[in-house]
C-alpha cells in the first residue's frame, strides 16, 4: 500500500446516500493515507479523458452516464456525447485504473463497447448485447453471505467470507471477459427478482420478475458473482457489486474490500499485468 494516492470519486445518474457514501470513502482515504476529490455527472465527464492521464492514481465510478431515469417512464438509453467515447477510451489506453462499484455498471447502455470494458451490464430496459436480445435486468434487496473466490487476490487481502445486506443483481456478465474475485450464497430465482423496466416504467412493481430468465450465469443474468477483475485497454478494472446504501458503507469488510480493490488498480503489478494483456475497448 503507497501513501499519498489520488483517488477521484463520480457520482450521479443515480439516487445514493451521498453523506454515508462520502464518509466512508473520507475515512478509507484517511485510513491509507490517501487524497481523494469527488466529481458529479454530467460535469464529472471532462475527468474521463486522457488530457487527464496521471491526475489520478485511481478512479472510482458510482455512477450511471448515458441513462435517463424518471419514475413514471420509460428508461432512455442515451448514446455517448461527441468525442466522450473516444476520450473514455482514450483514458484506459493511458493505463488509468478503474473502480467500478454496484450500479454503475449501468453506464452507457447504448455503447456496447462499455459492457466488454467493465465486464457486464445492468439493463433498465431491453437491450441488445453481443447480437442477442436480452430482456431488462432484476433486482432485489436482502441478506447474504459474500464470499472469497480468490484468496489470494490482493483486493482479498484480510477478507474472510462476510454477511451484508445488499442491493443483488440479475444482469448479464461476460464470463469469458472477467477472472472472479467473489461470489456470494443467495437464492438467485428469477421470480425473486422485480423487473427493472416494469418498476421505473410505472412507478412501481405491477408483478413482473425475471421469472423465466435463463439463468445462466451469463449473458441471461443469474449468477453468483459478487466482484471480479478484468482488463480495458491497458488498463486494470475491478468491479464490485455490492454498494447499495449507509449499512454497506459502513460495513468494515465492505471498506476494506473497496480500499483494497483501489490500491490494486493502481498498482504497478495491476498496470503492468493489463499492458500485458491488453483489450481494444469497441467504440460505439
Not at 111 to 125: C, D, M, P, Q, V
Amino acid at each position: 500500500m503507497t501513501a499519498n494516492k489520488r483517488i477521484l470519486v463520480v457520482t450521479g445518474g443515480h439516487r445514493v446516500a451521498l453523506d454515508d457514501f462520502l464518509g466512508a470513502i473520507a475515512e478509507i482515504c484517511h485510513d491509507r493515507g490517501w487524497v481523494w476529490a469527488h466529481a458529479t455527472q454530467p460535469t464529472a465527464q471532462a475527468w474521463l479523458d486522457p488530457a487527464h492521464a496521471g491526475c489520478w492514481d485511481a478512479i472510482l465510478l458510482h455512477d450511471i452516464p448515458g441513462l435517463s431515469l424518471a419514475r413514471g417512464s420509460e428508461p432512455i438509453a442515451l448514446p455517448p456525447g461527441p468525442g466522450v467515447a473516444e476520450a473514455l477510451v482514450g483514458l484506459l489506453d493511458s493505463g488509468q485504473g478503474v473502480v467500478v462499484l454496484h450500479h454503475a455498471i449501468a453506464a452507457w447502455p447504448a455503447w456496447e463497447g462499455w459492457a466488454e470494458a467493465i465486464g457486464g451490464r445492468f439493463n433498465y430496459r431491453p437491450a441488445r448485447l453481443r447480437g442477442e436480445d436480452i430482456p431488462s435486468s432484476g433486482y432485489r434487496m436482502g441478506a447474504f453471505t459474500v464470499e472469497v473466490a480468490d484468496s489470494l487476490h490482493p483486493i482479498c487481502a484480510g477478507i474472510k467470507d462476510f454477511a451484508i445486506d445488499d442491493e443483488l443483481y440479475f444482469a448479464p456478465v461476460l464470463t469469458d471477459r472477467v477472472t472472479p474475485i467473489l461470489t456470494h450464497d443467495a437464492d438467485m430465482s428469477g421470480e425473486l427478482f422485480q423487473d427493472t423496466f416494469d418498476v421505473v416504467t410505472n412507478g412501481s412493481s405491477t408483478g413482473v420478475t425475471c421469472a423465466g430468465h435463463k439463468a445462466d450465469g451469463g449473458l441471461h443474468g443469474g449468477h453468483r458473482l459478487m466482484g471480479w477483475t478484468t482488463t480495458a485497454g491497458i488498463s486494470p478494472v475491478a468491479t464490485l457489486l455490492m454498494g447499495d446504501g449507509p449499512s454497506t458503507f459502513a460495513n468494515p469488510m465492505f471498506r476494506i474490500l473497496l480500499g483494497n480493490a483501489l490500491d490494486w488498480v493502481s498498482s504497478t503489478h495491476a498496470k503492468n499485468k493489463a499492458a500485458a494483456q491488453p483489450f481494444a475497448v469497441p467504440l460505439p
